[in-house]
T-cell receptor, first 116, second 115 residues
Framework: TQLLEQSPQFLSIQEGENLTVYCNSS?????LQWYRQEPGEGPVLLVT?????EVKKLKRLTFQFGDARKDSSLHITAAQPGDTGLYLC????????????????FGKGTKLSVIP | GAGVSQSPRYKVAKRGQDVALRCDPI?????LFWYQQALGQGPEFLTY????????KSGLPSDRFFAERPEGSVSTLKIQRTQQEDSAVYLC?????????????FGPGTRLTVT
């Protein structure tokens, strides 16, 4: 079973601060995804990282995939109250096992609160 | 709207009752997934359809859980003889095929509470 550990579990910061959240595993993934989920809604895909060492930027959000494709980080610059939500990472298996390979393995998430 | 819709949004069931949860995927999406999200947890995979074929049901927790997608569009997740541990948010997601299968669009979920 491939597990994804996310840290920290909870994070409360002031508007304008920077933050980084982490997603770690002992398993290799062919790609990792980051989602944001707001209360009462389903997760919304933010980005997919595929290549080891890859860095992607989405406005104030920077996503990095570890060189060994076992971990990823999300850095937010100058956080805003609108960034508040549950940030989930999800991995795609690197081992092809038929239809089961389409499963996404999710971490438990980091619950971010940005205080105005 | 063109997104994934789910109904009902909230369901309260007494222990032992049967429930049926509906998912309307994005039109034209071949792939459909069901996930279970317990409080404070990330979503956990339940089952996967490609058109009307259920290709992976390895995540269904027991034989009380049954899913179908008879015409390759709308899907229903049925839970028989509900138990308290079934209380969770049930999320449906749809996507295309090929590499697009991993670009999953989620519905808002159905929050099931078993009393």
């Amino acid at each position: 079973t491939q597990l994804l550990e996310q840290s920290p579990q909870f994070l409360s910061i002031q508007e304008g601060e920077n933050l980084t959240v982490y997603c770690n595993s002992s398993s290799v993934f062919s790609s990792l995804q980051w989602y944001r989920q707001e209360p009462g809604e389903g997760p919304v895909l933010l980005v997919t990282v595929v290549t080891g060492g890859e860095v992607k930027k989405l406005k104030r959000l920077t996503f990095q995939f570890g060189d060994a494709r076992k971990d990823s980080s999300l850095h937010i610059t100058a956080a805003q109250p609108g960034d508040t939500g549950l940030y989930l990472c999800a991995g795609v298996s690197s081992v092809w096992s038929g239809a089961g390979s389409y499963q996404l393995t999710f971490g438990k998430g980091t619950k971010l609160s940005v205080i105005p | 709207g063109a997104g994934v819709s789910q109904s009902p949004r909230y369901k309260v069931a007494k222990r032992g009752q049967d429930v049926a949860l509906r998912c309307d995927p994005i039109s034209g999406h071949v792939s459909l997934f069901w996930y279970q999200q317990a409080l404070g947890q990330g979503p956990e995979f339940l089952t996967y359809f490609q058109n009307e074929a259920q290709l992976d049901k390895s995540g269904l927790p027991s034989d009380r859980f049954f899913a179908e997608r008879p015409e390759g569009s709308v899907s229903t997740l049925k839970i028989q003889r509900t138990q308290q541990e079934d209380s969770a948010v049930y999320l449906c997601a749809s996507s295309g095929q090929g590499r697009e299968i991993y670009e999953q669009y989620f519905g808002p979920g159905t929050r099931l509470t078993v009393t």
